[in-house]
T-cell receptor
Framework: GQNIDQPTEMTATEGAIVQINCTYQ??????LFWYQQHAGEAPTFLSY??LDGLEEKGRFSSFLSRSKGYSYLLLKELQMKDSASYLC??????????WGAGTKLIIKP | IAGITQAPTSQILAAGRRMTLRCTQD?????MYWYRQDLGLGLRLIHY???????GKGEVPDGYSVSRANTDDFPLTLASAVPSQTSVYFC????????????FGPGTRLTVL
């Protein structure tokens, strides 16, 4: 079966750095997405990786290793507004997104 | 309209009733999707449409039907609602049905009693 694993919850301090990991086992791979979802709101796009390596976009970076079935989202200079759930999703061989359950990130002052 | 809209925002429904969730996008995206989101689970694809006039089944299609008469609208119908269909429903769209980013509507919170 297809599976996306990510931690259920993480806590970090304002101004710090946090890394959210995602491991996947899917039938085929056509890219990996990270989305942010604030409570009660819709998911919003953060990043897309299809090749190995690090993609940096402001305070957020996303890394992919296809051989290891592994990705992480790195958030720097954490702000209170970064408190949200972060969803990892893999595009499988049928171009359907397989979603992880999400990681709830709690930021403390 | 800007982006994707969904209606209603929330609904309480008696079991056995028929319900249609509406979704409209103004981005001229070819592909549209319906997901449900339940606590502790990832988003699960119900149905999708890669272009107007075509639809396909996702991971959890039973009890749901869709139509795509035009580019903008993608309604989701529950023919006879059951309590297990209590969930938050998100509609999404993308330029095409391949590796393009999906953009989500605000969601509909549905409770079936």
């Amino acid at each position: 079966g297809q599976n996306i694993d990510q931690p259920t919850e993480m806590t970090a301090t304002e101004g710090a750095i946090v890394q959210i990991n995602c491991t996947y086992q899917t039938s085929g791979f056509n890219g990996l997405f990270w989305y942010q979802q604030h409570a009660g709101e819709a998911p919003t796009f953060l990043s897309y990786n299809v090749l190995d390596g690090l993609e940096e976009k402001g305070r957020f970076s996303s890394f992919l290793s296809r051989s290891k079935g592994y990705s992480y989202l790195l958030l720097k200079e954490l702000q209170m507004k970064d408190s949200a759930s972060y969803l990892c999703a893999v595009l499988d061989s049928n171009y359907q997104l397989i979603w992880g359950a999400g990681t709830k990130l709690i930021i403390k002052p | 309209i800007a982006g994707i809209t969904q209606a209603p925002t929330s609904q309480i429904l008696a079991a056995g009733r028929r319900m249609t969730l509406r979704c409209t996008q103004d981005m001229r995206h070819n592909a549209m999707y319906w997901y449900r989101q339940d606590l502790g689970l990832g988003l699960r694809l119900i149905h999708y449409s890669n272009t107007a006039g075509t639809t396909g089944k996702g991971e959890v299609p039973d009890g749901y039907s869709v139509s795509r008469a035009n580019t903008d609208d993608f309604p989701l119908t529950l023919a006879s609602a059951v309590p297990s269909q209590t969930s938050v429903y998100f509609c999404a769209s993308s330029v095409s049905g391949t590796s393009d980013t999906q953009y989500f509507g605000p969601g509909t919170r549905l409770t079936v009693l």
